[in-house]
């Protein structure tokens, strides 16, 4: 959570600078794991006659809108935000895999950043590998682990086999020593075979176990618990 950040007054920046350094923000904490921000207020709260805090001149620069309450140009940025975010948790994960294949890397980069990160997983997944290959040089190591550890073992099994070895490296750096294994084990298996293709991922029950103990166990470890 990056707790009160601002342009600190325009006698530094434009509003139309500070509006850039907002959205450039926005995606530097997704980047970093980051879903949190808070931004310097002023005018902002509309529950009180007096301000939040004393400031000084500079201090009446700062949030949302200023002293006669119109929206600065950061609003729009934040309202344009939002809404991508909306649209993508509404579209599927195949259509926005072909979105980010037809736009150019950098919009790609800041779009892929904005997805859940089991939606990451599932688009990734679709992707071509050219993309992808974009894609990975861009990632910090910490969204790359937050994409692999999302990924189905299969899937992530078939992307190793499709990536230069030099990305493969950098991916298994990003995998913990279990997955490794398994990966391994569903590489060794012949192409196409039912072997490579199948999902060590499941749930074993017991013959003996009630309805009741077995919806237990899935909650407990459940992949989507």
Request: proline fraction near 2%.
């Amino acid at each position: 959570f990056v707790q009160e950040f601002g342009s600190i007054g325009y006698m530094n920046c434009s509003k139309k600078s500070e509006a850039a350094f907002y959205r450039a923000t926005l995606f530097t904490c997704l980047a970093h794991g980051c879903h949190g921000t808070m931004w310097w207020c002023a005018f902002d709260q509309g529950h009180h006659e007096y301000a939040p805090y004393r400031w000084n001149t500079i201090g009446s620069d700062y949030g949302f809108f200023d002293a006669k309450l119109n929206e600065k140009p950061i609003v729009e940025e934040n309202r344009k935000f939002k809404e991508l975010r909306e649209v993508l948790e509404n579209t599927h994960p195949v259509d926005i895999a072909e979105l980010l294949d037809e736009i150019d890397n950098r919009q790609m980069i800041l779009v892929f950043r904005m997805l859940d990160k089991d939606e990451a997983a599932e688009v990734f997944t679709e992707m071509n590998n050219d993309t992808r290959e974009v894609l990975l040089s861009a990632l910090t190591d910490y969204e790359i682990k937050e994409v692999v550890d999302e990924m189905y073992l299969d899937d992530f099994a078939d992307l190793l086999e499709e990536m230069p070895a030099n990305v493969v490296d950098h991916l298994l750096m990003n995998t913990d020593e279990d997955t490794r294994k398994q990966v391994n084990a569903l590489l060794k298996y012949p192409e196409d075979s039912a072997g490579s293709i199948m999902n060590v991922e499941y749930i074993a029950f017991s013959k003996d176990m009630t309805v009741e103990e077995a919806i237990l166990k899935i909650r407990q470890v459940g992949i989507n618990r």
